[in-house]
């Protein structure tokens, strides 16, 4: 179910919501780049079987969210604080995958009383710190979007013009060739055979039909500070990475391990970006329940 929220600022929130109606516990979900909310459709199912909310709300500048400027990942804190309140839900586990997981982060550290626990999917590790190239055994079309990025907005900018203009309305077929060097066989499997290509290729189409701010303001938070440290997250947190990821590479899964503490470890072989998600689905639900008992 898709709705308009409004948040602290005024800004509207574009906000997908499923699962248990009534339960008091929220699984908040955070997309990838570029992505939106509707890419979680399809866990409404394992959220009602489990009497969990489902909540996902797409990043400003993406869908129906509104821009905000200069935003750092941790301003998804209170974002998700504002929604979960007009919903009346105090308690929560959050889940983020690719670009969506140090946003899923920012919660785990921002919200330790509300937050029970956080998955993280595939989640990028910070720019510019020193045991972490966070370039380092990427695909190539990632490689190069990012030393742009690094560059800042308006080289960005003039970038995507060039390399994005057939996002908007890419067909769900075309997503595998458009993704090139940046998806292994086992991701091409799980994007042909399994369905996700129809799911992200919807997804990218309606996060981008008013432009492309939401996606161009990803690119240049993950190069900036996040606005906290994930050295300080006090709540559980479990790192699932695949070693055959080639958008977001095996060292930032390490690295968020060895920095947040007690995190738990589940660094999957043989697992690209997008097969992690499928097939570690019901693992990656079971791991989050287990903080409920």
């Known amino acids: ?27 908040v979900c955070h997309h990838g780049t570029p992505s939106d909310a509707t890419i979680w459709n399809g866990w409404h199912e394992d959220a009602l079987q489990h009497n969990l909310r489902l909540i996902a709300i797409s990043r400003p500048g993406y869908a129906h969210s509104e821009r905000k400027p200069g935003r750092s990942v941790s301003c998804v804190v209170s974002d998700v604080e504002d929604v979960l309140d007009e919903l009346g839900i105090q308690k929560f ?21 509300r937050c029970i626990a956080a998955s993280i999917l595939a989640g990028v590790g910070p720019h510019g710190e020193p045991d972490l190239d966070s370039m380092s055994d990427m695909g190539p079309e990632n490689i190069e979007h990012k030393k742009i990025a690094i560059q800042g907005e308006e080289p960005l900018r003039e970038w995507a013009k060039k390399n994005t203009n057939s996002w908007p309305t890419i067909a769900d077929e075309e997503l ?46 993950f190069c900036k500070y996040w606005g906290f440290k994930p050295d300080d997250i006090v709540i559980p947190v479990t790192i699932w990475q695949g070693d055959l990821d080639l958008m977001v590479p095996f060292t930032h899964g390490e690295w968020l391990i060895k920095h947040i503490p007690h995190a738990r470890s589940r660094l999957e072989l043989g697992h690209g970006h997008i097969s992690l998600i499928v097939d570690k689905k019901q693992e990656i639900i079971e791991d989050l329940l287990s903080h409920l008992n």
């Not at 179910?1 to 929220?26: E, F, P």
């Not at 586990?93 to 009383?113: D, Q």
């Not at 399994?194 to 919807?202: E, P």
């Open 1 to 27: 179910m898709q709705n308009l929220m409004t948040a602290r600022d005024g800004r509207k929130l574009d906000v997908i919501l499923g699962g248990d109606s009534h339960s008091s516990i929220a699984l």
């Open 93 to 113: 586990l959050t889940i983020g995958w690719s670009g969506g997981g140090p946003h899923a982060l920012a919660c785990a550290e921002g919200l330790p009383k």
């Open 176 to 221: 595998v060739n458009a993704l090139g060097g940046l998806v292994p066989e086992i991701d091409v499997i799980a994007l042909n055979e399994h369905g996700m290509s129809t799911v992200w290729a919807s997804s990218i189409r309606r996060s981008l039909q008013n432009g492309i701010d939401g996606y161009i303001d990803d690119s240049l938070i």
